[in-house]
């Protein structure tokens, strides 16, 4: 029963999360706690690319920051897993496995490197460290992956798909906009925490903040239109970027609900295994496959419609229409 | 918003864009502050001059279905009556097109128009 299979795939893949998370923050409490006395008031918690130190917080902030990231990023991840599908759920439990290595050996180091030391500015961060971290991440992250495996393959739901037939000599367009409104709320907190950023005097991080702004907010309504080149995603007036798929290329539109989490694990522009895609909300998405395989979709309202169009055109351009 | 055009059609190019415009309007998959594509885009996809474009839109504005708002090009009106409006529109441009075809003349659709009005409660009958 594939339903089985699914969930027994989703409780493997959610273990493989939290059990690495809940061990790195027991093993930071534990050194936390074993080495507590012997650390100084103001300890060394960032370092430059020589692994001199140059940032210090105190020795109780360091702890909790430590330990409120590994929190944080367990959850979060944990939350991706449960709501993520197919080769999301896969990249997600490989992530969430690995990157607990990766941050817990580099918390527990910093918490070691700070030990019997009398003044926290001589302080060093051996740098094998790193690599040492990362390559524990990444072999751990590539267990996981293929622990989880893809997955049954019949997850791909399928989509709603009509063809649109056009009379001889008959141009057609179909052309939509689409906007985010989880990108706009984000490009305003992003604009206001800028604003405040600059009204204190941070200039470095309020004009970021602006750029960032700006940018997530151009991005967040996107024009989608379908005619007889094919079909063509991009943010007017600018005339780049513009991502298209040529009329040639078309193998089958049709009409699909995505969630932007679990298919795709967020908003924006998106790439994963088997597809990439314009994902500004959850909902209605016309999706369409490519020659070769290679899914693109784009989620815009009414997209029944662009579908049969752009299967009407494909049909017509390979001589069975009319 | 689907815009289907036929060049050899003997209705002009325009008045085709409009109707397709109307009819979206009419059957709610496009609905108010829904933002037309600027004409010169259509143009570029329909394969038509941009000229014709625009006079399809300038009919749309005339018959108070659209709206130039500034910052984003020509958008479908608010008002809550644009869906009777915009089938009204259609129901009207199909009784001309249709005498026309039957080589009736303009003089002749009015006074066939107006000799409804005193009798007709309400619903357009069968055509």
Do not use: K
């Amino acid at each position: 029963m594939a339903e089985t299979t699914d969930e027994r795939g989703r409780g493997r893949g959610l273990a493989l999360v939290v059990l690495p998370h809940l061990a790195a923050i027991g093993i930071l409490t534990a050194v936390a706690i074993g080495v507590r006395d012997r650390l100084p008031d103001r300890v060394a918690t960032h370092f430059d690319g020589g692994g001199t130190a140059d940032g210090f917080l105190s020795r109780e902030a360091l702890l909790a920051l430590a330990l409120g990231t590994l929190v944080f990023q367990g959850l979060a991840l944990g939350v991706a897993l449960w709501r993520g599908r197919g080769p999301m759920r896969r990249l997600t439990a490989a992530l969430g496995a690995g990157l607990p290595v990766f941050t817990g050996t580099l918390l527990v180091t910093s918490l070691l490197v700070n030990v019997d030391v009398a003044d926290p500015t001589d302080v060093r961060l051996p740098l094998w460290w790193l690599p040492v971290a990362l390559g524990g991440g990444a072999l751990v992250g590539l267990g996981a992956w293929r622990l989880v495996g893809s997955g049954p393959r019949t997850r791909e739901r399928p989509g709603r798909s009509s063809v649109l037939r056009l009379e001889p000599g008959e141009s057609a367009v179909w052309s939509r906009h689409v906007g985010s409104r989880v990108m706009r709320i984000a490009a305003l907190v992003v604009l206001l925490a800028s604003l405040v950023s600059l009204a204190v005097g941070e200039w470095a991080p309020g004009l970021l903040g602006l750029l960032a702004a700006v940018v997530v907010g151009a991005l967040a309504s996107v024009r989608v239109t379908v005619d007889g080149s094919g079909l063509v995603v991009d943010l007017p007036p600018l005339p780049r970027p513009r991502l298209s798929v040529p009329l040639a290329s078309v193998a089958e539109a049709e009409a699909v609900r995505v969630d932007a989490i679990g298919d795709f694990g967020g908003w924006g522009y998106r790439v994963r295994p088997g597809a990439s895609g314009v994902v500004l909300r959850s909902g209605e998405a016309l999706r369409v496959r490519r020659e070769g395989g290679r899914a693109f979709v784009v989620t815009v309202d009414d997209a029944d419609t662009a579908a049969a169009l752009l299967n009407g055109l494909a049909a017509r351009r390979r001589g069975e229409g009319g | 918003m689907l815009f289907r055009v036929t060049p050899d059609s003997p209705v002009p190019l325009g008045e085709q864009i409009a109707a397709c415009v109307r009819g979206a309007i009419a059957d709610g998959s496009a609905r108010p502050g829904e933002r037309l594509p600027p004409a010169r885009s259509l143009a570029g996809s329909l394969g038509v001059n941009v000229h014709t474009v625009l006079r399809g839109y300038q009919r749309l504005r005339d018959e108070g279905l659209v709206e130039l708002r500034r910052g984003r090009g020509t958008v479908v009106t608010g008002r809550t009556d644009a869906p009777g409006l915009a089938r009204l529109l259609t129901l009207a441009a199909e009784l001309v097109a249709e005498a026309r075809a039957l080589g009736v003349d303009d003089e002749e659709i009015l006074r066939l128009v107006s000799s409804q009005l005193p009798t007709a409660a309400g619903e357009p009958g069968p055509p």
